[in-house]
């Protein structure tokens, strides 16, 4: 088992920046990838970006390429994203996930595990 809560969310204007984390607990989460993926209001849950367990590799959603950056810090147990030049369609919950192996991370199906969400506003 392994517990993931996320952390950073808020209200910020078009345009701004905000990072969230995500701090795993349990059974450590050095050795597997690990994902973001948001959910709108009346939207289904879509992949945002994800990384390996060495961070060497990273994946991102065509929407946020450019805009958003995964890192993690194993030491810490913790994975970050950092949005920045954030658009109101980026309104969203976020959330982390721990990757269940596999080459594959865009998949919600990939995951194995997930933290409750952060509420992210982009005001226009």
Request: proline residues 2%; contains cysteine.
């Amino acid at each position: 088992q392994v517990q993931l809560v996320e952390s950073g969310g808020g209200l910020v204007q078009d345009g701004g920046s905000l990072r969230l984390s995500c701090a795993a607990s349990g059974r450590t989460f050095s050795g597997y990838g690990m994902g973001w993926f948001r959910q709108a209001p009346g939207k289904e849950r879509e992949f945002v970006a994800a990384i390996t367990w060495s961070g060497g590799t990273t994946y991102y959603a065509d929407s946020v390429k450019d805009r958003f950056t995964v890192s993690r810090d194993n030491a810490k147990n913790t994975v970050y994203l950092q949005m920045n030049s954030l658009k109101p369609e980026d309104t969203a919950v976020y959330y982390c996930a721990k990757h269940n192996g596999g080459t594959y991370y865009k998949s919600l199906s990939s995951y194995a595990y997930w933290g409750q969400g952060t509420q992210v506003t982009v005001s226009s």
